[in-house]
């Protein structure tokens, strides 16, 4: 038995409507053609699947069996479809994506949703990373790429920013310098620090304000293994923190206060891949990831021009 596809998606419409007026319309045929499609479908069937009279029309019990078969072959079908256009493209099966705390805010989720919609054939795998492992994954080949906070000592990496979110200091409300509407480098310094604990040195002397110091030491480093960690350390008085804008809008916590760090250079989000190991997938999700940077220039503004204690509207 040879059913076209267009005559199963044809009944499928008739079978929603259960009018070949409206239905007709739908599909832009004559109620006239799309009827003698449905009688041929039945007589290749051997069955009745609608049941007609002058007044009304309804599936009937054949209909109803048909109807949710032909809606699940023609779902594997056009997945199908889809799947083998995504692999014509060259783009094809599994994704890893990395991320640290946060990934990259408010743009993920646009191109996240971006990527998937373009090449519904790539699975996109999430994986976060802690402080332990700021490359998220790409140092160890556990990502294929990672949305990650620059600098990095891992070697062999290639990155394109996305945007660069100015820094706040965390305190605890009660320390001397909370009530402050802005600190600098040289109201910190000589602060204990709560600091990432990474073997990653480049990365963790960017958080404790190592260029800064004049080549001396932090007089005290709290390390920590996550960024819950960290504003727990903080609360309980026992150090500060150097984090990002953003820690306000997604992690406020009481016995923490935020205060916009001046002077010093912000951190830069990037999305990142390992040299020479950029595949067709990694290729395309580097390529979305500034795509959606541009479109989401509002977003991008937000982020990096945040208005201080106020949640971004919009985002």
């Known amino acids: ?35 003698k499609q449905l009688r041929d479908l039945e007589v290749s069937l051997g069955v009745r699947l609608l049941a007609r009279t002058t007044r009304s029309m309804a599936l009937t019990p054949a209909g109803e069996a048909f109807l949710a078969s032909v809606r699940e072959s023609l779902a594997a079908l056009d997945a199908g479809v889809a799947a083998a ?20 805010l408010e743009l ?21 990373s ?32 996305l945007f660069t979110e100015p820094l706040v200091v965390a305190l605890p409300p009660h320390h001397r310098l909370a009530g402050r509407s802005s600190l600098t480098a040289a109201d910190v310094v000589d602060e204990p620090l709560a600091v990432g604990r990474t073997a990653d040195t480049v990365w963790q002397r960017f ?48 016995g923490v206060r935020y205060v916009p760090l001046t002077g010093v250079a912000g951190s830069v989000l990037a999305v990142a891949w390992r040299s020479g190991q950029r595949s067709p997938g990694v290729e395309r999700f580097v390529a979305v990831a500034r795509q959606v940077r541009e479109r989401e220039a509002a977003i991008v503004a937000a982020i990096e021009t945040p208005r201080p204690g106020v949640h971004n509207p919009g985002l």
């Open 1 to 35: 038995m040879d059913v076209s596809t267009q005559k199963l998606r044809n009944f499928v419409v008739v079978a929603e409507e259960l009018n070949f007026s409206r239905a007709a319309v739908r599909l832009f045929v004559t109620q006239q053609a799309l009827s």
């Open 85 to 104: 256009r995504s692999t014509g493209r060259g783009v094809a099966g599994t994704v890893r994506l990395g991320f640290v705390i946060g990934g990259a």
């Open 108 to 128: 993920t989720g646009p191109i996240v949703a971006e990527f998937s919609e373009r090449y519904p054939g790539v699975r996109l795998e999430l994986r976060e």
């Open 130 to 161: 802690g402080f332990e492992d700021p490359s998220a994954g790409l140092a160890d080949g556990g990502s294929d790429v990672a949305f990650v906070r620059l600098p990095l000592a891992a070697p062999g990496l290639e990155a394109v920013p």
């Open 207 to 254: 958080w404790s304000l190592d260029e800064h110091r004049g080549g001396r030491p932090p007089r005290v480093v709290r390390e920590t293994g996550s960024h819950t960690e960290e504003l727990q350390v903080v609360a309980a008085g026992l150090a500060c923190a150097v984090t990002v804008a953003a820690a306000q809008r997604f992690t406020p916590l009481t």
